[in-house]
């Protein structure tokens, strides 16, 4: 039972509630049960259920206390919170927000895409629900839902305005907020089967309460903190949301007004509100939010009921406009590792891959085999990653990734300056790539070093894997083929581009694959085309790789390298190098604490995520191992030079690779 009731006057109100809970659950869409999970709550999610609790109350206050509620108020009641839970939905899209009650929000797990379409299909869900309750109250539903998009439009329409008043803020509280609540009462009372009057009297005590619990909630938002929330603060003001705090103050404080005209940094938004709350103004602004709590309390004095039980409901709408609940933020665990440079492979594996980079001709000295770009990328600290399921795969999922940097460099080599050496190379990466590794096409390191892992590789994986993972590879060398035609010609994407060219040559459909033969699992095709497990893909790539680009931006401008985000920026807008890096180090830190809060989620999502034979702990370690080693590059040697390594010769690699299209096509397996 929430701890402000008193369970003398409502003995059932806890029981009730259950019985909400109970018809609450997420939308289900025939024949998809993965997408359930896109409106359902995580399992200790705990809600206060304020409006579902208001609706009971209600229907207590005009029958008799002392009984359970009849099915109909529970239905009206969980309607009337599905439709509140829906807008929230929306709310966090609108207002680009990462968490709910401390944990990741919808938008940000799913996309904003899905999570509108998943808000619509919570308020629609609410709206079949009042019209089974009948045409008073779905009639009711529709104004309050009505009313809350009404308010939220003059809301959205004086975002920025400095000379915002107030009776507009209060005209999209009274819509945006206040509305459902009304609503919460209203439905409650129709249940009751009462006279107009008293029905019109708790709709109104809900309506002013609304206003009430709106102003101190945007009161808390200058005021307290995020852990004390459960969700950031002082996300009004930069958002140009100007409350009645904001309004007062800047009515008497010139400097806060200027403030206001414009967006605000972070910095000066944490200005402003010192400036708000030395005002005096949020005092006032509670005193306003008291008058409102006072005429809610008023509209139930003329109501002939229990007097204990009114006061008991005026007595909880009092406690809870105080929404602060410490300690409900979940911290989120960085998945970045610390630096710790060179102790992320046992001595027996550093010394299989430089025998093996010898061997193959890769390398031609020791010197070459500890070459920074290669070996120094994947020297990734032990304790990031699972251990791998046997040593031999372990070696050859290292030596994969080793040889995707060697193939990586061969196209990105800024010596490659001939067009038609670039395709040549392509057309024999090709064919190498479709070789018999019993036969090998032609000599050489590279077809070497491919002919002694593909066997490997393969082992123990299935033919559709097979073919998956070579036809990406092939794809690979088609998005490296064009980027280096790109640079030879000079061409820099615009900003809107930058993401699928990068993507085409991010190889993270062979990361993936490594990580599989690493784990000796293969990733079920109905988890990869998971809308989250989609999501936090891109996520994880785009931070990975604009990460990479901020950090080796100096060596991208020298070798003229066409997909680095910050050249894209310079290129497009004009500005400056400092200007462009700043505004790229913002994107990333938005998009890491969207990865950050994805792969918070992601464990639980496996755990119900039906079809994955009790495997999903499994695969969500290797999609946060994967994020791991991603995030982990800007940090690796891969960007240092060493005083060991020495650089190979690309060219002479190369040269044993070309397939000019004069030469005949080679023999198929």
């Known amino acids: 039972m929430p701890r402000e009731i008193d369970s003398a006057v409502f003995p059932h109100l806890d029981a009730d509630l259950d019985r909400v809970r109970d018809v609450l659950g997420p939308v289900r869409l025939e024949g998809r049960p993965e997408l359930t999970t896109l409106t359902d709550e995580w399992p200790d999610t705990s809600r206060r259920l ?196 904001v309004i007062r103050a800047a009515a008497r404080d010139r400097d806060l007004a200027r403030l206001l005209r414009r967006t605000m940094t972070r910095e000066q938004a944490e200005r402003a509100r010192e400036l708000v709350i030395t005002s005096g103004a949020v005092d006032e602004a509670r005193a306003r939010a008291d008058e409102f709590m006072d005429q809610a309390a008023g509209q139930l004095a003329a109501v002939p009921v229990d007097p204990s039980a009114r006061h008991a409901m005026i007595a909880y709408a009092r406690s809870i406009l105080d929404r602060r609940t410490p300690g409900s933020a979940v911290p989120q665990q960085p998945t970045r590792p610390s630096r710790a440079h060179g102790d992320g492979l046992s001595p027996q594996l550093a010394q299989w891959l430089k025998s093996w980079l010898v061997d193959t001709g890769l390398a031609v000295s020791p010197a070459e085999a500890d070459y920074h770009r290669w070996t120094g990328a994947i020297r990734i600290p032990a304790q990031t990653l699972a251990p791998a399921a046997d040593a031999a795969r372990e070696q050859t999922a290292y030596g994969m990734a080793v040889l995707v940097l060697v193939w990586d460099d061969l196209f990105e080599d800024p010596q490659l300056r001939d067009p038609e050496a670039v395709t040549a190379l392509r057309r024999g990466m090709v064919a190498m790539l ?62 809107a581009d930058y993401l699928p060219l990068r993507m085409s040559t991010s190889g993270i459909e062979t990361a993936l694959a490594c990580m599989e033969v690493r784990q000796d699992r293969e990733l079920p095709s109905k988890l990869r085309n998971h809308p989250v497990i989609r999501r936090l893909e891109e996520l994880a790539f785009w931070v990975t790789f604009v990460e990479n680009d901020l950090v080796g931006l100096d060596q991208d401008e020298a070798d003229q390298v066409p997909y680095n985000l910050v050249r894209a920026v310079r290129h497009e807008t004009g500005c400056t190098r400092r200007e462009a890096v700043e505004q790229v180090q913002r994107q990333v830190a938005e998009q890491r604490a969207q990865l950050e809060a994805v792969i918070h989620y992601v464990p639980a999502l496996l755990r119900v995520l039906p079809g994955l034979s009790g495997r999903g702990k499994d695969y969500a370690k290797m999609y946060v191992d994967m994020t791991s080693v991603g995030l982990w590059g800007r940090e690796s040697d891969r960007y240092e030079q060493t005083s060991t390594s020495a650089a190979p010769d690309l060219e002479r690699l190369r040269r044993e690779v070309y397939f000019r299209a004069d030469e005949p096509a080679p023999i198929a397996p």
């Open 50 to 245: 304020v409006r579902p609790t208001l609706t009971l109350l209600s229907y207590y206050l005009l029958t008799d206390p002392a009984a359970p509620a009849d099915d109909r108020v529970v239905r009206a009641a969980a309607a009337v919170e599905l439709l509140h839970v829906g807008s929230l939905y929306h709310d966090d899209v609108i207002d680009h927000a990462y968490e709910r009650r401390g944990r990741p929000s919808v938008n940000v797990v799913w996309g904003s895409h899905m999570a509108v379409l998943g808000g619509d299909s919570v308020m629609l869900t609410s709206v079949r629900m009042l019209a089974e309750l009948g045409q008073r109250e779905v009639l009711a539903g529709a104004m309050a839902g009505e009313q809350m998009c009404a308010g939220m439009v003059v809301e959205a329409a004086d975002l920025y305005v400095a000379s915002r008043g107030e009776q507009s803020y209060l005209d999209a509280i009274d819509g945006k907020t206040a509305a459902v609540l009304s609503l919460a009462c209203r439905v409650g009372a129709m249940q009751a089967g009462r006279h107009d009057d008293a029905e019109e009297a708790l709709a109104l005590f809900g309506r002013h309460f609304g206003l009430a619990y709106q102003l101190h909630d945007d009161i808390l938002d200058l005021t307290s903190t995020a852990e004390e929330m459960g969700k950031p603060v002082n996300a009004d003001l930069p958002a140009g949301i100007y409350t009645l705090p």
């Open 434 to 495: 479709r070789q018999d590794p019993e036969t090998p096409w032609r000599s050489g390191a590279i077809p070497t070093a491919w002919a002694s892992l593909w066997p490997r590789l393969r082992e123990g994986r299935t033919t559709r894997w097979q073919e998956r993972f070579l036809d990406g590879i092939e794809e690979w060398f088609e998005a490296a083929e064009r980027e280096a035609h790109h640079r030879i010609n000079g061409y820099i994407p615009a900003t």
